[in-house]
C-alpha cells in the first residue's frame, strides 16, 4: 500500500516520518513542497502518475494565522486552489485522500464544543481559505476524510510549545492569554489517528466525510503555558492577560473545543488527555 504525504517538512508531515517503522505494511513518500507544489496541477499529476498511491494525506498547508490577513491571494492558493489540486488528482488515481482542517473554520461564540454539524464562520482570511479549501475538496471527489485539528504542537518545527520552552529559558516573566480555549493536539497523536483510518478503510467503507480530532479536555493558552513550564522543569513569573492586552492581526476563537463523538464511534480510537500527550512529547524532546 502506497501512502503519499504532501506538506513534509511540516509538522504533520515530520510527525508522520517519525512513526513509519510502527506501519511496515505501508510504503511512504514523502513530498515537501519542493517535490509537490500542489499549487502546480501539472506538478500533482506528475507525482501521482509516478507513484499511484492509494492513499493521500494533504498535510501541506498555509498556517500563518496573522500573516494570512496581509496576504490572502497565498493563503488561497495554497488552501483553497491547493486542496482542489490534490483532490482533482485523487480522483483521477481513485486516491483516498486524508485532509487536514482547522478550528478556525468556526467563529468561536459557541458555548458548548463544536461537532462536525455546527455551521462554520470563519473569522479571518486563514480559517476562511481552509474552510473553502474543505468545501472544493467535497465538490471534486467524494473519497475523502476532512480531519478538523487545533491547537498543534510537536517536538517538530515551530510551535506554541517549542515557543514557550524557548521563551522561559529566555526570560524571567511571561504574559500568555487566558480567555481563549481551546484543546491542545499532539501532533504525533494526530499521526497515528490519521494512519490508523488509512489501515481500517476497508472496514469503513462508508465512513468518508469531515471529522473532528484534537485532544482530549479543554484549557487556555495560558494553561497550556503552564503545563509546559511545569513538565520542563522551567521558573518563570507567568502572567495571564485579556485577549485585548495582545492584540493580533487575525481574530481568535474565544472557545474552539472540538466535540471528538464522530471519530471515537466510527473508528473506535482511543483519546488521550491533552496533559497526558504533552509529558509523552516533552519525554521527546
Not at 478550528?103 to 463544536?114: E, H, L, P, Q, R
Not at 515551530?158 to 484543546?183: A, C, H, P, W, Y
Amino acid at each position: 500500500m502506497v501512502v503519499l504525504v504532501t506538506g513534509a517538512n511540516g509538522q504533520l508531515g515530520q510527525a508522520i516520518q517519525s512513526i513509519v517503522d510502527n506501519y511496515p505494511s505501508i510504503d511512504f513518500v514523502f513530498c515537501s513542497s519542493s517535490d509537490l507544489d500542489i499549487t502546480n496541477s501539472a506538478n500533482c499529476e506528475a507525482i501521482f502518475k509516478q507513484y499511484k498511491p492509494q492513499f493521500c494525506i494533504n498535510a501541506a498547508a498555509y498556517t500563518a494565522v496573522d500573516k494570512a490577513e496581509s496576504e490572502p491571494e497565498k493563503a488561497h492558493l495554497i488552501n483553497v486552489t491547493g486542496a482542489k489540486n490534490v483532490a482533482e488528482v485523487c480522483k483521477q488515481y481513485n486516491t483516498i485522500l486524508l485532509h487536514i482542517s482547522t478550528d478556525f473554520v468556526f467563529d468561536g461564540t459557541a458555548k458548548k464544543s463544536y461537532t462536525e454539524d455546527d455551521v462554520p464562520n470563519p473569522t479571518g482570511v486563514y480559517g476562511q481559505t481552509k474552510l473553502d479549501g474543505e468545501i472544493a475538496i467535497q465538490n471534486t471527489w467524494n473519497k475523502h476524510f476532512i480531519i478538523r485539528t487545533s491547537w498543534v504542537y510537536s517536538p517538530f518545527g515551530n510551535n506554541f510549545m517549542k515557543t514557550m520552552i524557548r521563551l522561559g529559558n529566555e526570560k524571567d516573566e511571561l504574559s500568555v492569554v487566558s480567555d481563549q480555549i481551546g484543546t491542545p493536539t499532539n501532533a504525533i497523536d494526530l499521526a497515528e489517528v490519521l494512519l490508523f483510518i488509512v489501515e481500517n478503510q476497508k472496514m469503513k467503507i462508508k465512513s468518508f466525510g469531515i471529522y473532528h480530532f484534537s485532544n482530549k479536555g479543554e484549557c487556555s493558552w495560558y494553561d497550556f503555558a503552564k503545563e509546559i513550564f511545569t513538565l520542563n522543569h522551567i521558573q518563570i513569573n507567568l502572567k495571564s492577560i485579556p485577549t485585548e492586552a495582545y492584540p493580533t492581526s487575525a481574530k481568535r476563537p474565544k472557545y474552539s473545543v472540538l466535540d471528538k463523538t464522530k471519530i471515537t464511534t466510527t473508528f473506535g480510537i482511543p483519546i488521550n488527555n491533552w496533559k497526558e500527550s504533552l509529558k509523552k512529547c516533552t519525554q521527546l524532546l
